[in-house]
């Protein structure tokens, strides 16, 4: 039990024995599940700041204010509080007696690595679903930031206790594939010795598909010339899938990313999987035929009024509800895509995770629609948009790859920076904000650099130890750790399980890379604080305790920073 923890322990069980009591008189259930205990955002409002006036009193039937002065008096009797004060409109302010924060460097002592791991999840099952690029060419730099997202994020739940499945849905039945399938054949043409082969338009003309014209030729020499397209469409799509999926498992085990599962769209149509989902929907009376209305605006040129079979997705809260099948009676993509997540909840049986390219945010409402409609639950399927990233080199736009023709593959961005730079540097924005991605910014090595700066810290702290050696923190007296420095750094590191927790519970990964951010500062800091004033050295050849105090902080500096690190699955260096 960490500081924050320990405070909302006491503080509900002063809530329960005031109402024993008759002190107050609950007018509802009791919950909790907003109330929080946390560093306050300015310094000066004290150690710990804490909400619970504020979520209860509409419980307890007070005005909260009234209420948090109930808790100040039960808090005030704490042998390690100094001082309480109610703010606005109920907060609970709460100072601590000199060297309380030391006390909790034990525990991370004590946890070593594993400071932080949790059990919230209880061993849930949750599918995080990621990447899922079209297997018609090479993974972009956009493709990179969902990809390193989606890892961090099932890093995360692991560590919070869930079952994670990564899985990675290859779109290999729409059209998109036969256009491979004809762009490849040009390809394999060229390679059998064919000139002036030109690509027309609406095919792929990028050079990555000569690479799968020559191994087409290596494959069946000239046998496929002269043959129908019926006959050889399907042999050389799935023969350039193939060839692209391996491709685009190599750059993901490159970036440090294994999938678990890899699901085939091709397979779910093939195995009947789309029927018997729409099937069970229709058992549910929640599908129809039915007549939609033109879209607002500008027709386009194809509309026509039709009678479809329809998905009352507006019970579910889209704007309109959606078709399941084409005029000429095969299914649609957004019937597929039912399929699929019919097909994970009957696999997985939790909670679904899918992380998209922002160019898919019109497609949320309805995918929540249906998920909602297959599961019978609200919150089954949350959905996270990625950004695009600008990619730039000393402030100018990176130009297109040669060989991808059209834009800078993920492969092109790792060999000019490696995978370390990558992982960290995309989350150092929300995924929903845009990124801008300089390669010379995030390569050089100073404090404007984060992942240098993070990395630097710990390489700093082992350092430190291997001068000095391991502390023996069972009798260092860290009740002496009690410089300001020292301090907010304590906080810092202190905080990092329930920083942990909030992460993982709004699944935001990116919570990570901005909390070691600031834990590197405070770290760096304290360095910097000796260099000016030798007496808060880490090493004190005049006095042992002091010494032994400040070499325990740094080994708890360390294990906080390696725990970080191994969650985003950036390396920990210990020298640099």
């Given amino acids: 039990m960490n500081i924050f923890s320990d405070f909302e322990d006491y503080i509900l069980v002063s809530y329960d024995e005031m109402i024993a009591a008759g002190t107050i008189a609950t007018l509802e259930a009791k919950d909790t599940s907003k109330m929080v205990v946390e560093l306050p955002r300015e310094e000066s409002h004290g150690d710990l700041a804490c909400n619970a006036a504020m979520v209860l ?80 060419g090479p993974l972009h730099a956009a493709h990179a930031r969902g990809a390193i997202f989606g890892d961090a ?5 692991e560590w919070s206790g869930y079952s994670v499945c990564r899985e990675y849905y290859i779109n290999d039945a729409g059209a998109q594939v036969d256009v491979l399938a004809r762009s490849a054949y040009l390809r394999y043409r060229e390679a059998l010795g064919e000139a002036d082969i030109k690509i027309p338009d609406g095919l792929y003309p990028g050079l990555y598909l000569k690479e ?32 692209m999926m391996k491709g685009i498992q190599s750059d993901l085990i490159g970036l440090g990313i294994k999938m678990d599962v890899y699901s085939s769209e091709r397979a779910l149509v093939e195995a009947g999987r789309v029927a018997a989902a729409i099937e069970s929907l229709e058992k549910n009376n929640l599908v129809y035929r039915g007549v939609l209305e033109p879209p607002k605006g500008q027709l386009p040129d194809d509309w026509e009024e039709r009678e479809q079979l329809l998905f009352r997705a ?42 998209w390219g922002a160019d898919h945010g019109g497609y949320v409402k309805r995918m929540k629609a249906a998920t909602q409609a297959i599961s019978g639950q609200k919150d089954m ?35 000019a920076v490696g995978a370390d730079v990558m992982r960290f540097i995309m989350l150092t924005r929300r995924n929903d904000q845009t990124l801008e991605f300089d390669y010379a910014k995030v390569t050089e090595k100073s404090r404007e650099n984060p992942v240098f700066y993070v990395q630097y810290a710990h ?118």
């Fill in 381 to 415: 399927l949350d959905i996270k948009l990625c950004q695009l990233v600008s990619l730039l080199d000393k402030g100018k736009p990176v130009k297109m790859s040669k060989r991808a023709g059209t834009f800078v593959t993920l492969s092109d961005v790792m060999e």
């Fill in 212 to 243: 799968v014209g020559s191994a087409l030729k290596e494959q069946y020499g000239d046998d496929l010339l002269g043959r129908s397209e019926a006959e050889i469409l399907p042999l050389i799509r799935s023969f350039a899938i193939d060839m």
């Fill in 153 to 157: 994020l099932a890093n995360l739940m």
């Fill in 314 to 355: 507006t019970d579910f809260g889209d704007d309109i509800d959606r078709p399941l099948q084409k005029s000429d009676g095969s299914w649609t993509y957004f019937a597929s895509d039912v399929a699929y997540h019919h097909d994970k909840l009957q696999r997985t049986g939790g909670a679904l995770i899918n992380v």
């Fill in 459 to 576: 390489a700093r702290g082992c350092s430190v130890l291997r001068q000095e050696g391991l502390p023996n923190w069972d009798k260092a007296d860290l009740s002496l750790l009690q410089a300001s420095h020292e301090v907010r750094l304590i906080k810092q590191l202190v905080s990092w399980p329930q920083l942990v927790r909030s992460a993982a519970n709004s699944h935001e990964p990116h919570k990570i890379a901005f909390y070691l951010i600031e834990l590197a500062a405070l770290f760096h800091g304290l360095w910097t604080a000796g260099r000016e004033d030798p007496s808060l050295r880490f090493i004190l050849e005049s006095d042992a305790d002091m010494t032994a105090a400040r070499l325990s902080l740094v080994q708890a500096s360390v294990h906080v920073l390696y725990a970080g690190l191994h969650l985003l699955s950036v390396n920990a260096p210990e020298e640099m």
């Fill in 57 to 136: 009193s509409r419980q307890a039937g007070m005005k909260p204010r009234d209420l948090a002065e109930l808790f100040a008096e039960k808090l005030r009797k704490r042998d390690d509080v100094s001082e309480v004060e109610i703010a606005g409109p109920g907060f609970i302010n709460i100072r601590l007696t000199q060297g309380r924060w030391a006390r909790d460097i034990h525990a991370i002592l004590d946890a070593g690595r594993d400071y932080g791991r949790n059990n919230t999840g209880g061993g849930a099952s949750i599918n995080i679903e990621f990447v899922s690029a079209n297997p018609t």
